[in-house]
């Protein structure tokens, strides 16, 4: 089983919303933070939102006040919640976490397969 598994994409009119949904194997240890990432055809990778153990949050300027990340520890997932989707939203959508190791005192980080996010204008 993978460690992070993304679902929730898909092909959207602009203006309109979907949510994206990541579920965290709870074999990866020590969770510092979780993220969602994207990267558009031609171009990196970027962070769109991260949120910490604490709670707390940041956002790619390009998503504030239309995008949400939001975390549920029971149910071991981490989503987002896309509003006001652009054709510019157009990406693969990578969930991503930062794993915190005791044992030697370094970070480790893991990845989702991705999901395709579409938005037509």
């Known amino acids: 089983q993978a460690d992070l598994v993304e679902s929730g994409g898909g092909l959207v009119q602009a203006g309109g919303s979907l949510r994206l949904s990541c579920a965290v194997s709870?074999?990866?240890?020590?969770?510092?933070?979780m993220a969602w990432y994207r990267q558009a055809a031609g171009k990196q990778r970027e962070l769109v939102a991260r949120i910490t153990n604490a709670g707390t949050t940041n956002y790619a300027d390009s998503v504030k006040g239309r995008f949400t990340i939001s975390r549920d520890n029971g149910k071991n997932t981490v989503d987002l919640q896309m509003n006001s989707l652009k054709p510019e939203d157009t990406a693969v959508y990578y969930c991503?976490?930062?794993?915190?190791?005791?044992?030697?005192?370094?970070?480790?980080?893991?990845w989702g397969q991705g999901t395709q996010v579409t938005v037509s204008s």
């Open positions: 991503h976490a930062v794993s915190f190791s005791s044992y030697d005192l370094s970070d480790y980080n893991y």
């Open positions: 709870r074999s990866i240890p020590s969770i510092k933070s």
